[in-house]
C-alpha cells in the first residue's frame, strides 16, 4: 500500500497557505516547516482505476484514512454538480437516468490541515489538498457483435475475438467441438482482457467453434450472444508406387504432433520421425489396401491420447471397373469377354464397354467361354443353361439346358465344329452334341473330383487334347475326329493346376507340388522344367505368347516370356493368383484394375 499512497502522493500538487507576522511573548510557538502529506485511501472507490463504468443506479461509498492531519472536508464534483461532506467517509448515489449515454468527469476533493501547528493550520487557512479524478462512463447493456477468426503459431491453432469492452461483460465460454480427434470440450473466461484461446489438441481436421458472450442487463440477469465458427484443415494423401516401392506422402501439417503410418486394418502403428511421406516395400497388384495416417496431439484430451485419422485406398494400377471370373482377348476382333457372377460383357481395346448381358447371380460362376469358329457368337453357361449371344452387342441368341443336366458342375468347355463341344466337367470329360444334347464319348471318371475346380481343366488351342489334374495324379486324354475321346496318359502325381501352350498344342504345362514341367502330349515325356518358379501358371497372353506366373507364398507376379526363356517382369501383388490375367499386354486383376506392361517387357 506504501507504493500505491507515493505514487499517487508525487502526482498531487499541495497547496499550503501561510501568513507572515511577528509574535511576542509566550505566544510564540515554533512551527515544523517540513511536515509531509498525509497519505489518503478511499476503500470504496478504486483510487487505481481511472474509469467508472455506470449502467444502472448505484452508490459509490469512500471511506478515507489520514495517517497524520485530520480530514476537515471532501468535495465530489461529478459533471459540475459538487457534493460536500464534512465527514471522512460517505457516498455518492450516481443514477444513469439522470445522464444522457456518454462519458462524464468526476473528481474529488479531499482536504485536510497541514499539522504544523501554526495559526494559519489552527484557524483552517492552511492545509493539504488531495485530488482525484475519475471519467464516468454511463451505458446501457447490448449485445456485442464480435468475430471469431484463427491463426496458427508455433504449431497450435489460435482462436481470436475482439475485445467486449464493457462493464456488463459476465464471461466468454467456448464450446469447440473438434471433429478432427472426435472430442468435445469448453472452456470459460471471465476476464474480458481474455480474448483468445490456443487450442492444443486440435492437428487436423474440421473443427467447430461456438463463442458465447455473457452479459448482464439491468436487472443483473445474464443474456448471451453467440458467434460459431468453423476451421479445416485438409490433408491429402498421395501415392507413387514403382515396382520396388510405395511412398506414401500426405500435405504437411503445420500442427505439433506426432505422426504415424498404418497398412491395412492392423492396429500396429509406425512413428514417421519426421517429414510428410513413408516409403514401403512396393504393395503391388491386388484389392486397394488402406493406407492410414494418424496425427496425434502432445496433449492428452481427459479420456487419454487421442488421434486424428485420415486414409486412403490404394493398389498399383488403373482402375477399370472391370470383374470376371473368366476373360478373354480375341485379337482379331480386338475385344474383351468376360463371364462375371452377374453379367457377360465386351469391351474394346479401350476397355469401354461394346456388349453386355446380366442375369441373377449364378452360383456356380465357371470360366466357360468359347467363341464359335465364325467368331460371330459367344457360348457361355450361364446358371446351368447353355447360352449364346451375338459378339456384335451381346444380345442372347440362343438358351438352352447345358445338355449334361443342372447337377453337373461345367469347368470348361471347347468349340469344335459348332456342332461338337468338348467339355470338361465332375473330374472327367465329354464329347457333347449341342444340336440334340446327347453324349459322343465320355472319358469316365478321371480320378476323384475334388478339387473340382476350373484351373485343373485344359482343353488345347486345337481341342485336340484335354487334362484333368488334382492331389491323386494328372490325367491327358486325346479327342479323335469329334468322334472319340481316349485317356492317352495318366500318373499319380501331386498337382495343382495344368495348362496348355496356345502355340504349341501339345504341350501341357503341369504345376505340380515340386515344381512345374512340361509335357509332350503326343510322347507323354517332360520336355522341360520351369523350376526357377514357386507360382502358378495362369494364362499366356494371346498376343505376345507370355506367360503369367503368380506366387501366393512369395506374393510375386512374373511376365515371363516362355519362348525365349526371359523373365521380363517382376512384381508384387496382395491377392489370390488365380484372379489375374494377362492379355493384351496387360495384367488384369479381378477387383477392376490393370496394369500396361508394355513398357517393362519390350
Not at 110 to 129: I, K, M, P, R
Not at 154 to 160: A, E, L, P, V
Amino acid at each position: 500500500m506504501k507504493k500505491l499512497v507515493f505514487s499517487i502522493l508525487i502526482g498531487l500538487i499541495p497547496l499550503i497557505y501561510s501568513c507572515t507576522y511577528s509574535p511576542v511573548g509566550e505566544n510564540f510557538v515554533e512551527v515544523d516547516q517540513n511536515t509531509t502529506p498525509p497519505q489518503v485511501q478511499n476503500l470504496t472507490l478504486d483510487l487505481n482505476d481511472d474509469t467508472l463504468h455506470v449502467w444502472t443506479k448505484s452508490r459509490y461509498n469512500f471511506n478515507l484514512v489520514s495517517d497524520n492531519q485530520p480530514i476537515v472536508g471532501v468535495i465530489i464534483t461529478l459533471n459540475e454538480e459538487q457534493h460536500v461532506y464534512d465527514k471522512t467517509s460517505g457516498y455518492i448515489d450516481i443514477d444513469p437516468a439522470s445522464f444522457h449515454e456518454g462519458m462524464y468527469p468526476m473528481e474529488m476533493k479531499v482536504y485536510t490541515t497541514s499539522g504544523t501547528g501554526s495559526l494559519a493550520d489552527v484557524t483552517g487557512n492552511e492545509g493539504f489538498l488531495f485530488t482525484k479524478e475519475w471519467v464516468v462512463v454511463f451505458e446501457n447493456p447490448k449485445a456485442p457483435n464480435l468475430k471469431l477468426t484463427s491463426s496458427i503459431e508455433n504449431g497450435f491453432i489460435k482462436f481470436s475475438w475482439d475485445k467486449f469492452n464493457s462493464s456488463f461483460f459476465h464471461a466468454y465460454k467456448l464450446s469447440i467441438d473438434n471433429k478432427g480427434i472426435n472430442d468435445r470440450y469448453s472452456v470459460a473466461l471471465y476476464s474480458s482482457e481474455s480474448t483468445s484461446f490456443i487450442d492444443s489438441l486440435y492437428v487436423g481436421g474440421q473443427i467447430n467453434v461456438t463463442l458465447t458472450t455473457e452479459f448482464y442487463d439491468l436487472n443483473r440477469d445474464i443474456h448471451t450472444a453467440v458467434v460459431n465458427y468453423t476451421y479445416d484443415y485438409p490433408v491429402d494423401i498421395q501415392f507413387a508406387e514403382n515396382l520396388d516401392s510405395l511412398t506414401i506422402s500426405w500435405t504437411p501439417n503445420p500442427f505439433q504432433c506426432q505422426t504415424y503410418y498404418s497398412l491395412g486394418d492392423t492396429i500396429s502403428k509406425v512413428l514417421v520421425p519426421s517429414g510428410n511421406s513413408y516409403t514401403i516395400p512396393a504393395t503391388g497388384l491386388g484389392e486397394p489396401l488402406l493406407h492410414r495416417i494418424d496425427f496425434e496431439p502432445l496433449k492428452s484430451t481427459i479420456w487419454g491420447k487421442a488421434t486424428h485419422y485420415l486414409y486412403e485406398r490404394h493398389t498399383l494400377g488403373t482402375e477399370d471397373g472391370l470383374q470376371f471370373t473368366d476373360m478373354l482377348y480375341k485379337p482379331d476382333m480386338h475385344s474383351y469377354f468376360l463371364k462375371d457372377p452377374m453379367f457377360v460383357r465386351e469391351v474394346d481395346e479401350n476397355l469401354k464397354t461394346a456388349g453386355n448381358y446380366d442375369f441373377p447371380y449364378d452360383y456356380n460362376n465357371n470360366p466357360t467361354l468359347t467363341f464359335s469358329k465364325d467368331n460371330q457368337s459367344l457360348y457361355a453357361i450361364v446358371n446351368q443353361k447353355r447360352m449364346r449371344f451375338s459378339t456384335s452387342d451381346m444380345k442372347v441368341l440362343e438358351e438352352l439346358p447345358n445338355g449334361l443336366g443342372d447337377n453337373a458342375t461345367i469347368q470348361v468347355m471347347k468349340n469344335l465344329n459348332d456342332t461338337i463341344f468338348l467339355v470338361g466337367y465332375d473330374g472327367r470329360f465329354c464329347l457333347l452334341n449341342i444340336q440334340n444334347d446327347s453324349i459322343i464319348s465320355d472319358s469316365g471318371p478321371l480320378g476323384s473330383i475334388r478339387g473340382n475346380r476350373y484351373y485343373r481343366f485344359a482343353i488345347s488351342s486345337d481341342g485336340h487334347y484335354a487334362a484333368f489334374c488334382n492331389d491323386l495324379g494328372l490325367h491327358i486324354c486325346e479327342e479323335v475326329d469329334n468322334q472319340q475321346i481316349i485317356v492317352q496318359y495318366e500318373d499319380s502325381g501331386n498337382d495343382i493346376s495344368c495348362l496348355f501352350n496356345p502355340r504349341k498344342p501339345n504341350e501341357l504345362l503341369v504345376n505340380a507340388m515340386d515344381g512345374i514341367y512340361v509335357m509332350d502330349c503326343s510322347t507323354g515325356q517332360t520336355i522341360r522344367n520351369l523350376n526357377q518358379f514357386v507360382a502358378n501358371p495362369i494364362n499366356f497372353d494371346p498376343v505376345t505368347n507370355n506367360l503369367l506366373l503368380v506366387s501366393y507364398s512369395q506374393k510375386k507376379i512374373f511376365v515371363y516370356d516362355y519362348d525365349n526363356d526371359v523373365v521380363k517382369l517382376e512384381l508384387n501383388h496382395h491377392a489370390n493368383p488365380w484372379d489375374f490375367r494377362l492379355l493384351n499386354n496387360y495384367i488384369f486383376f479381378n477387383s477392376g484394375y490393370h496394369l500396361a506392361i508394355t513398357d517393362y517387357v519390350h
